[in-house]
């Protein structure tokens, strides 16, 4: 099937859709949305629409559908992979106006989200009622991002990530029909659960134009713990140790010693330059979590670590992952006219320690500058490689750590994205990680969505001259 760019006629026809106020074809509009925070290259829409009723939305994607144009999701920007870049242009649907907090239900720890709702400002509203909204992926997302990309983030170890908080999903389809999947109950046993095959699906099936959400108490009491090791595979191996032990941690954070570095330079920490854990637990009592500190820090010296910190405040707690969180842009800004691929997998608890080495080796072996971080409870490891964006040769040495790391997630049992999503860069290991499956998502795909105009070019691996990775 042909994707067709907007012409003349269908622009204006859009036009009369949607209030000149949220409507642009200006150059500065369409470069803000031909691009992620990811190294991959940008793509240029033909037009970017605000909607701010799920009629808008759903007027937009008849009209697209019948016309055979391209429609892009966009939340805030913020993804890994490429997901939001709309590679054959045609039309972006930006939710950004679409923020409102429809109902908060405390007493049934829920909340109803439109997909423009940033999730810190969620949690700020929230803040008084004792509630929050848990998965954490450290940038102003979207919650119809965070619902697209199955987002996570620091506290996945004891949270679990979006798809574990969404209940119920008012969904756009391709054709401009509006659907409901899920219930505002607990739990449910009722049918196929489209709730769970909607999340993560990078707008490829439907864009969320409503979602319920479950929230969870504010913990009592938070405790932490900075812990330094002679070496990432001691950490990795420590981390086994305290996943096997039950604690519970509620954030379990490696990273190697040039992150440390970097953090020390810019926030000021004055940590020691080693691998280290940030650790995080909740617990309802300061004692209880005293005693949860005490098992982790003998499991700590007999993992062989070189120093234990722990008993930070809230306002210590916040700067440290204040910093964790902002280790992206760090890495940029240290070393400018240059590119950073992130590779993001997650592996088995037992393959992690082993990943990690291995991960260091090929970086070495490659002459590769890269700085390995990750969402250590949950087997998440993140490797951001940087070279300047001219040296060829450099690139080529870069990708092929990324492959090779890719290549040993997948046959440790893991995946080639944790929590990024597919997207652009992805898309070549879907068949070795999925095999035959891969056919059946295609099919889902194709009956979601026959004419292929939702976020066309992501998830499965089409040949197409654009994507090939370029800096």
């Known amino acids: 099937?042909?994707?067709?760019?907007?012409?003349?006629?269908?622009?204006?026809?859009?036009?009369?859709?949607?209030?000149?106020?949220?409507?642009?074809t200006g150059d500065s509009v369409l470069n803000l949305h031909s691009r992620d925070q990811s190294f991959h290259p940008p793509s240029r829409p033909d037009v970017v629409i605000w909607p701010i009723l799920k009629e808008e939305v759903c007027a937009v994607l008849k009209y697209a559908d019948e016309n055979r144009i391209p429609v892009t999701g966009w939340g805030s920007g913020t993804s890994m992979e490429g997901n939001p870049i709309p590679v054959k242009g045609g039309i972006v649907l930006d939710f950004s106006r679409m923020n409102r907090i429809l109902q908060i239900r405390e007493q049934d720890f829920q909340a109803d989200l439109e997909p423009g709702v940033i999730y810190q400002d969620l949690n700020e509203r929230l803040r008084h009622k004792g509630l929050f909204f848990p998965p954490d992926p450290g940038a102003r997302a979207t919650i119809g991002g965070m619902i697209g990309n199955n987002a996570s983030g620091t506290r996945t170890v004891?949270?679990?990530?979006?798809?574990?908080?969404?209940?119920?999903?008012?969904?756009?389809?391709?054709?401009?029909?509006?659907?409901e999947?899920?219930?505002?109950?607990?739990?449910?046993?009722?049918?196929?659960?489209?709730?769970?095959l909607f999340v993560g699906s990078e707008g490829t099936l439907g864009l969320v134009v409503e979602a319920t959400v479950r929230l969870a108490g504010?913990?009592?009491?938070?405790?932490?713990?900075?812990?330094?090791?002679?070496?990432?595979?001691?950490?990795?191996?420590?981390?086994?140790?305290?996943?096997?032990?039950?604690?519970?941690?509620?954030?379990?954070?490696l990273m190697d010693p040039e992150c440390i570095g970097l953090m020390n330079r810019e926030k000021g920490l004055g940590l020691s330059v080693l691998p280290t854990l940030f650790m995080e637990y909740h617990g309802p009592s300061s004692h209880q979590l005293a005693e949860t500190i005490k098992v982790v820090k003998e499991i700590c010296v007999d993992t062989g670590c070189t120093?234990?910190?722990?008993?930070?405040?809230?306002?210590?707690?916040?700067?440290?992952?204040?910093?964790?969180?902002e280790l992206g842009e760090m890495i940029l800004r240290n070393h400018p006219g240059c590119g950073v691929l992130v590779v993001d997998v997650a592996v088995p608890a037992t393959a992690y320690p082993d990943m990690i080495a291995a991960v260091k080796e090929e970086?070495?072996?490659?002459?590769?500058?890269?700085?390995?971080?990750?969402?250590a409870g949950d087997g998440n490891l993140?490797?951001?490689?940087?070279?300047?964006?001219?040296?060829?040769?450099?690139?080529?040495?870069?990708?092929?750590?990324?492959?090779?790391?890719?290549?040993?997630?997948?046959?440790?049992?893991?995946?080639?994205?944790?929590e990024h999503g597919v997207g652009i860069g992805k898309r070549k290991f879907m068949e070795a990680e999925h095999g035959k499956s891969l056919r059946w998502?295609?099919?889902?795909?194709?009956?979601?969505?026959?004419?292929?105009?939702?976020?066309p070019g992501k998830m499965f691996p089409y040949n197409d001259d654009f994507l090939q990775l370029t800096r």
């Open 181 to 196: 999947t899920g219930t505002r109950a607990s739990k449910t046993s009722s049918g196929y659960d489209l709730v769970r």
């Open 363 to 375: 970086m070495k072996k490659g002459g590769v500058t890269g700085y390995i971080f990750s969402h």
């Open 218 to 253: 504010v913990p009592s009491e938070y405790g932490a713990a900075v812990v330094t090791f002679p070496s990432l595979n001691a950490a990795g191996k420590c981390v086994f140790e305290i996943k096997r032990s039950g604690l519970d941690p509620a954030a379990l954070e």
């Open 382 to 418: 993140h490797v951001n490689l940087v070279g300047k964006r001219e040296d060829q040769d450099g690139w080529r040495r870069i990708h092929t750590v990324a492959d090779r790391t890719v290549a040993g997630a997948l046959a440790s049992g893991g995946t080639a994205t944790g």
């Open 441 to 455: 998502m295609k099919k889902i795909k194709t009956l979601f969505d026959p004419n292929g105009i939702l976020n």
């Open 158 to 179: 004891k949270y679990g990530s979006t798809r574990d908080y969404v209940l119920r999903l008012t969904m756009a389809l391709a054709s401009g029909e509006l659907i």
């Open 1 to 24: 099937m042909t994707l067709r760019s907007v012409d003349a006629k269908q622009m204006e026809s859009l036009r009369k859709m949607i209030p000149e106020d949220r409507f642009s």
């Open 307 to 325: 120093g234990f910190n722990a008993g930070f405040g809230r306002g210590e707690r916040d700067r440290l992952f204040r910093a964790r969180h």
